[in-house]
């Protein structure tokens, strides 16, 4: 008996200090960090719709080839950004607006290679360098390959 009294006593403390921390904690601005991410994220594709026109306008590249070489461009200026001290300012106000894009893919691969340097290049930065991207891409690749296999079945029983 004295264990579950323990064990009660326990759980109501836990509780009261739960309620306590909630009600005193800071309530986050979420109207304000909504329309941020919102304005942040378009006009990152802004940028990426015009540089995507002017691949297409002045370097004469059909649409394919410049959606390609755009979304090299963001990943560059994203990871440039990111090695400058500058997109984590963007991300701190942006929040979601500034993650959601590939730029920041691009982010989320520099970041720990940045972080990890000191280290070396082979233990540091190699061993870092998709810590927080590698899930992305295992999951990524592996619901691609899922899918794909769907659909090549799926177009061989309704051929």
């Known amino acids: ?5 323990n064990s009660n006593n326990q759980q109501n403390q836990d509780k009261k200090y739960k ?8 309530k986050p601005p ?5 329309i941020m991410a919102f304005i942040v994220g378009g ?7 015009g540089i995507n026109d002017s691949y297409m306008n002045f370097a004469g590249l059909d649409k394919q080839t410049a959606a390609t070489c755009t979304s090299i461009t ?4 994203g990871a440039l950004l990111t090695g400058l001290g500058v997109y984590d300012l963007i991300g701190k106000r942006a929040g979601a607006g500034s993650i959601i894009p590939i730029t920041g893919f691009a982010n989320s691969i520099v970041s720990p ?8 290049y082979v ?3 190699g061993a870092n360098l998709f810590k927080i991207a590698g899930p992305v891409l295992v999951y990524g690749i592996g619901s691609s390959i899922l899918f794909g296999l769907v659909y090549y079945i799926v177009q061989i029983i309704f051929k």
Do not use: H, T, W
């Open 113 to 120: 290679a940045m972080e990890f340097k000191r280290e070396g």
């Open 74 to 77: 963001l990943i560059f200026i």
């Open 30 to 34: 979420y109207i304000k960090n909504y």
């Open 123 to 125: 233990l540091g930065v």
């Open 43 to 49: 006009i990152i594709c802004m940028i990426g719709q």
């Open 19 to 26: 309620d306590y921390v909630e009600q005193i904690s800071p």
């Open 1 to 5: 008996m004295p264990n579950q009294n």
